[in-house]
């Protein structure tokens, strides 16, 4: 199930069957398995609880492929604003697991760039929500 009423503009949103802890080990894996580079993982829900303060959890990917990122930000340097790519799985206040990441055609239309230019970036979207699953 893609839901993007629940998040900003250009951002897709699928529903996880797994915790968001699961989800996102599983986001690396498949990442790792086709020889994409994992910069960081952010536990955001586990900061904000070692300062006292109560969050869901929430826990954000930060990966990339110079040979996809790269042409993007050669033609668009303030791009890597977005790059590298991240995955975010987070929970919301019923329960649900949610995973969200940038639609790469939002990428193209906010650094106007022809569909072309982010066609690199494009499949990544379909591995990702392979997590989901």
Request: net charge negative; proline share 5%.
């Amino acid at each position: 199930m893609v839901n993007t009423a629940k998040a900003g503009d250009g951002i897709i949103s699928r529903v996880s069957k797994h915790s968001v802890a699961e989800t996102i080990d599983r986001v690396e894996a498949v990442l790792r398995a086709r020889g994409v580079e994992i910069f960081a993982r952010v536990d955001h829900s586990g900061k904000a609880a070692a300062v006292g303060l109560e969050m869901l959890p929430n826990q954000l990917l930060i990966f990339g492929n110079p040979k996809a990122g790269t042409p993007v930000m050669l033609a668009s340097p303030t791009a890597a604003i977005d790059l590298p790519l991240k995955a975010l799985a987070w929970q919301d206040s019923e329960g649900t697991v949610w995973l969200s990441y940038n639609d790469p055609t939002y990428i193209a239309r906010r650094f106007g760039l022809a569909d072309s230019q982010v066609a690199t970036l494009v499949p990544i979207g379909a591995v990702i929500e392979q997590a989901a699953d």
